[in-house]
T-cell receptor
């Protein structure tokens, strides 16, 4: 009965490769997010989607492309991986009706680019 | 002006009380949330203050004063398992966005 799940949990890959991270929530939430957390623990919003529609697209390189096939899923595809992409990526969701203050996070995907 | 300021690190003793402060700039302010993150884990929602005053949930309380652009998280009867990073966050100027503080690492000594 996991609320927000992400796969894979760990991802080690070579520079220049393309990889995807998947996220699913079973909470019935309308809004989903992708965050990047660097080694200094700063949480940076990358994207937010509401009902499959892109709402927030922060200054993220266009090598990062989110896709929301339905409101329970938000995947992240990364092209041409770079060393600086190494971080922990968190997916999160929040309830409808302006519930963005209360976000539920997935366990994170630890990406290491070599 | 959408930044939130919080101390980078706080140290306290097991069994004691500790307060983690968060100050912010006032444009488009709605309320203040607090999250806990253990090393290697994911952020977990702790509390949300929509209005001024104190909200209590067990050993944890959160306070907000919108006139002072200030809030805090109060942890009582500290336990070693409370060692974690604590983040304050507030809604941004855009919908479906939270602005996050840089986090406060709480170190608890026996």
């Amino acid at each position: 009965d996991t609320a927000v799940s992400q796969t894979p949990k760990y991802l080690v890959t070579q520079m220049g490769n393309d990889k995807s991270i998947k996220c699913e929530q079973n909470l019935g939430h309308d809004t989903m997010y992708w965050y990047k957390q660097d080694s200094k623990k700063f949480l940076k919003i990358m994207f937010s989607y509401n009902n499959k529609e892109l709402i927030i697209n922060e200054t993220v390189p266009n090598r990062f492309s989110p896709k929301s096939p339905d409101k329970a899923h938000l995947n992240l595809h990364i092209n041409s991986l770079e060393l600086g992409d190494s971080a922990v990526y968190f997916c999160a969701s929040s309830p409808p009706g302006g519930g963005e203050e209360t976000q539920y996070f997935g366990p994170g995907t630890r990406l290491l680019v070599l | 002006g959408q930044s939130l300021e919080q101390p980078s690190e706080v140290t306290a003793v097991e069994g004691a009380i500790v307060q983690i402060n968060c100050t912010y700039q006032t444009s488009g302010f709605y309320g203040l949330s607090w999250y806990q993150q253990h090393d290697g884990g994911a952020p977990t929602f702790l509390s949300y203050n929509a209005l001024d005053g104190l909200e209590e949930t067990g050993r944890f309380s959160s306070f907000l004063s919108r006139s002072d652009s200030y809030g805090y998280l109060l942890l009582q009867e500290l336990q070693m398992k409370d060692s974690a990073s604590y983040f304050c966050a507030r809604r941004g100027d855009s919908n479906y966005q939270l602005i996050w503080g840089a986090g406060t690492k709480l170190i608890i000594k026996p």
